[in-house]
């Protein structure tokens, strides 16, 4: 079974300062995928960055860039430059192979202040 | 991008009536469709695993019975919430995999489900 886990409830940033979000999980599965989901107060979810696992480089997407130590099984999400469209629930996922239902953690809920 | 639309985006119904939500991919085929529940500051919870022409698999403790799910065509499938209780109130979210590239997940935008 997978499991995530993110240990922040809630967080808060000063805007235009940089914030790190944590993630760790567990898998059986070697070729995996790994993910940071935005969920703004409209319920949509928006994909913001995913990892391949088989990938030694961390993925980078504009201000939002992951930490990914495969051996720790640890996936954080670094916001730089926060703004406050920024504000939104995280939740942080794994897809143990193609074609099979991500595994959510609880979610961390970022508040950034102007 | 791909897009996925759930209809309706918001229901209200008595208790003991049946709900239908629906899925659809937009613009893509999605041989296989995730319906995820979602209670109020809480995660989203896989439900089922809805594949096309065959039945859904359900997630253990989700009473298949209850919800009842159909993948009629690669781009719709559906979800009867049958006898509906209040406690079935609860945002449901369902998500598509693109047919070619199975590690792309795309997302409804929910359905708000109160049940009186």
């Known amino acids: 079974a997978q499991t995530v886990t993110q240990s922040q409830p809630e967080m808060s940033v000063q805007e235009a300062e940089t914030v790190t979000l944590s993630c760790t999980y567990d898998?059986?599965?070697?070729?995996?995928?790994l993910f940071w989901y935005k969920q703004p107060p409209s319920r949509q979810m928006i994909l913001v960055i995913r990892?391949?696992?088989?990938?030694?480089q961390n993925a980078t997407e504009n201000r939002f860039s992951v930490n990914f130590q495969k051996a720790a099984k640890s996936f954080s999400l670094k916001i730089s430059d926060s703004q406050l469209g920024d504000t939104a629930m995280y939740f942080c996922?794994?897809?143990?192979?193609?074609?099979?239902?991500?595994?959510f953690g609880k979610g961390t809920r970022l508040s950034v202040i102007a | 991008g791909a897009v996925v639309s759930q209809h309706p985006s918001w229901v209200i119904c008595k208790s003991g009536t049946s709900v239908k939500i629906e899925c659809r991919s937009l613009?893509?085929?999605?041989?296989?469709m995730f319906w995820y529940r979602q209670f109020p500051k809480q995660s989203l919870m896989l439900m089922a695993t809805s594949n096309e022409g065959s039945k859904a698999t359900y997630e253990q403790g989700v009473e298949k019975d209850k919800f009842l799910i159909n993948h009629a065509s690669l781009t719709l499938s559906t979800l009867t919430v049958t006898s509906a209780h209040p406690e079935d109130s609860s945002f449901y979210i369902c998500?598509?995999?693109?047919?070619?590239?199975?590690?792309?997940?795309?997302f409804g935008p929910g359905t708000r489900l109160t049940v009186l």
């Open positions: 996922a794994v897809q143990p192979s193609g074609n099979t239902p991500l595994v």
């Open positions: 613009d893509f085929q999605a041989t296989t």
């Open positions: 990892q391949e696992a088989y990938k030694q």
């Open positions: 898998t059986s599965e070697n070729n995996y995928y």
């Open positions: 998500s598509a995999i693109l047919a070619v590239n199975y590690n792309e997940q795309f």
